[in-house]
């Protein structure tokens, strides 16, 4: 599988972004979907996640402003973020642990994970 996220750009303070990430390849499903992100010289954070039923947790920084959400017939993940701070500057990640090909849950050393959307938010 194939992640590939796309949407991030330069923003002002208290503007908003939306972040895709698509997966390509012959996968019939895939597991918890999560959106990390990394500042230069700051560990990755784990920003949001959402499990194939939906259930949902963001980091206690974005609450309220951030929405993650999935679509399993386009095989997306989404990541709306509003009220952006110049702290939300970073590479934005998209994650999953899982995916299914012919009815089988494959997992990799890591998990599966694109290739990252720079967000910039100006002050």
């Known amino acids: 599988v194939q992640l590939v996220e796309s949407g991030g750009g330069l923003v002002q303070a208290g503007g908003s972004l939306v972040l895709s990430c698509s997966a390509s390849?012959?996968?019939?499903?895939?597991?918890?979907m999560n959106w990390y992100r990394q500042s230069p010289g700051k560990q990755r954070e784990l920003v949001a996640t959402?499990?194939?039923?939906?259930?949902?947790n963001y980091a206690d920084s974005v609450k309220g402003r951030f929405t993650i959400s999935r679509d399993e017939a386009k095989r997306m993940v989404y990541l709306q973020m509003t009220s952006l701070k110049p702290e939300d500057t970073a590479v934005y990640y998209c994650?999953?642990?899982?995916?299914?090909?012919?009815?089988?849950?494959?997992?990799?050393?890591?998990?599966?994970w694109g290739q990252g959307t720079q967000v910039t938010v100006s002050s």
């Open positions: 994650n999953t642990d899982a995916v299914k090909y012919d009815g089988i849950w494959n997992r990799v050393p890591g998990g599966y």
């Open positions: 390849g012959t996968i019939s499903g895939i597991n918890t």
């Open positions: 959402i499990t194939q039923r939906g259930n949902i």
